[in-house]
């Protein structure tokens, strides 16, 4: 008879692929994007694709060590990530440096951090790790839902102090789908968001400058009289996707880079790729995240537990909804808010948290059924892998 293993050790190689096709493609952008404003104020065009490639190369070993170091490892650190975090946020509102007003930044060694972007990945795990202790006491008010609720408040105010309030509004809404997917009752769900949702707005409108981003959105790009534009990003980003047509004016060939379009490496950079990779590359990258979303709901389905189940979730759900918002933000369809694009925007933070985040996800799904591999037994034969089915009730 012969003997035969199964090691589920195969990574998704198609969420792989698709974390590094941005973070390559990113580098092209950024330098395009950011050559004539590092021209004008370093004299070398240059000047910034040094700094984002270095980030993608950090971004790809801090993608590949989450990956090969086991999801569980991650219940151990959780609670005390968190609370470093949240130490972190306190000492930015305290003492960090000011970027437009905002104290959102912490130097560290001599580098520059955005605890909240480390903020949103540590609470995504602490969250899964306590709604799988929970189980289906997520449901019970006291014992389940406050406590997880607790957190969700503490990071999220936190972060809207800075203030922040599109990352703080962000790290919310993903805490609210985690809380969803995991069973939390709809009128827990429903009383929470009656509470703070008026806050929230309250709090959106309490500074002049988050109240004219709102009037501006509603107003739309123009003013009464039909010509003074009144949102100068947005027009300039339109103007952008404009020009790009169906297939773009070719890579490095923008023109709403050259100081037209204010930080296009940054926030803004989504409307580089329509103008120069047209419609059709605009709409390739989207399509990019939505491969990454649906792959990361797959893996949530097969997860080996509720840890790695609500794991996946959460970070599948942050990485798209980001994506979602920025492209909707850039486009006009959505308020200005300041939220990177995941893998494609400037910033180093941004691609660390994002790539360990992929990374862990990436560990998830190598201890699922869903990529075995298969090991000959004595005789030379590889045996047949039976099919892995999701857990009755666990779909997404």
């Not at 930044?105 to 609470?123: D, K, T």
């Not at 009383?191 to 509603?218: K, N, W």
């Not at 004016?249 to 037209?260: A, E, H, I, T, V």
Request: proline fraction near 4%.
């Amino acid at each position: 008879m012969s003997t035969s293993k199964v090691q589920k050790n195969h990574i998704d190689l198609i969420i792989l692929i698709a974390a590094l096709f941005l973070m390559v493609m990113s580098v092209g952008i950024v330098y395009s994007a950011s050559s004539t404003y590092a021209l004008q104020r370093w004299g070398e065009s240059g000047k910034l694709l040094e700094s984002h490639a270095a980030k993608v190369i950090a971004g790809f070993l801090v993608m590949f060590v989450a990956m090969q170091v086991d999801y569980h490892w991650l219940k151990k650190i959780s609670k005390p990530v968190l609370i470093a975090v949240v130490l972190m946020l306190i000492a930015t509102r305290l003492t960090g440096g000011e970027v437009n007003g905002a104290a959102r930044w912490l130097r560290i060694g001599g580098f520059g951090v955005q605890p909240s972007e480390f903020a949103r990945f540590a609470l995504i795990t602490h969250l899964a790790l306590l709604m799988s202790l929970r189980g289906e006491r997520v449901r019970d008010f006291k014992t389940g839902y406050l406590p997880l609720m607790i957190w969700v408040v503490v990071v999220t105010v936190l972060v809207l102090v800075q203030p922040g309030f599109s990352t703080g509004s962000m790290i919310f809404v993903v805490s609210i789908i985690m809380l969803f997917l995991g069973g939390t009752r709809l009128s827990h769900l429903g009383l929470t968001l009656g509470g703070l949702i008026p806050a929230l707005l309250a709090y959106m409108v309490s500074a002049e400058y988050r109240l004219h981003r709102v009037l501006d959105f509603v107003r739309g790009v123009f003013d009464e009289s039909g010509v003074t534009r009144i949102n100068h990003q947005v027009f300039q980003g339109l103007i952008g996707f404009a020009n790009g047509g169906l297939l773009g004016l070719g890579p490095g060939n923008s023109k709403q880079r050259d100081l037209f379009l204010p930080e296009p490496y940054g926030d803004f950079v989504y409307p580089i790729v329509g103008e120069e990779y047209g419609l059709l590359g605009a709409v390739a990258v989207l399509a990019v995240f939505l491969v990454i979303l649906l792959r990361g709901m797959k893996i949530a389905n097969h997860a080996r537990d509720d840890f790695g189940r609500y794991l996946a979730l959460g970070i599948t759900s942050s990485i798209a909804l980001y994506a979602i918002v920025n492209a909707g933000v850039t486009l006009g369809i959505l308020p200005t808010t300041g939220l990177p694009m995941p893998f494609i925007s400037y910033g180093g933070s941004s691609m660390l948290v994002s790539s360990m985040m992929i990374g862990v996800l990436l560990n998830v799904s190598a201890q699922t059924d869903l990529h075995p591999r298969q090991t000959a037994g004595v005789d030379g034969t590889v045996p047949l892998q039976p099919q892995h089915a999701p857990a009755v009730g666990k779909v997404y």
